[in-house]
Nanobody, 124 residues
Framework: QVQLIESGGGLVQAGGSLRLSCAASGLTFSTNSVGWFRQAPGQEREFVAVVGWTAGRTLYADSVKGRFTISRDNAKNTAYLQMNSLKPEDTAVYYC?????????????????WGQGTQVTVSS
């Protein structure tokens, strides 16, 4: 079974930085696109960023573009989300997800595998 474990969440002051990690097992990591999504209380889960098989192939939500960076290390079966210039509106549970496709997707329903999430709280 595919297992995805997020880590690195926590409480940070506005303007600060945080790096999330997604450790994967039970899949061929190098041929899975990896997406990061987030969900605030009472809100729908929304797309944040995705990285394809090649680390240089990325796509970001407009709300995080220029502040967040998604990357991957296939040798470690791990993906990352570097979050800089954090804002209170970034507060959410952040989820790592994978799908076995070269092609990007920003749709929650297109990702069959999900981690349990890690809480990110940004104080003002």
């Amino acid at each position: 079974q595919v297992q995805l474990i997020e880590s690195g969440g926590g409480l940070v002051q506005a303007g600060g930085s945080l790096r999330l990690s997604c450790a994967a097992s039970g899949l061929t990591f190098s041929t899975n696109s990896v997406g990061w999504f987030r969900q605030a209380p009472g809100q729908e889960r929304e797309f944040v960023a995705v990285v394809g098989w090649t680390a240089g192939r990325t796509l970001y939500a407009d709300s995080v573009k220029g502040r967040f960076t998604i990357s991957r290390d296939n040798a470690k079966n791990t993906a990352y989300l570097q979050m800089n210039s954090l804002k209170p509106e970034d507060t959410a549970v952040y989820y790592c997800a994978t799908r076995q496709s070269l092609f990007f997707s920003v749709e929650v329903a297109s990702y069959p595998s999900w981690g349990q999430g890690t809480q990110v709280t940004v104080s003002s």
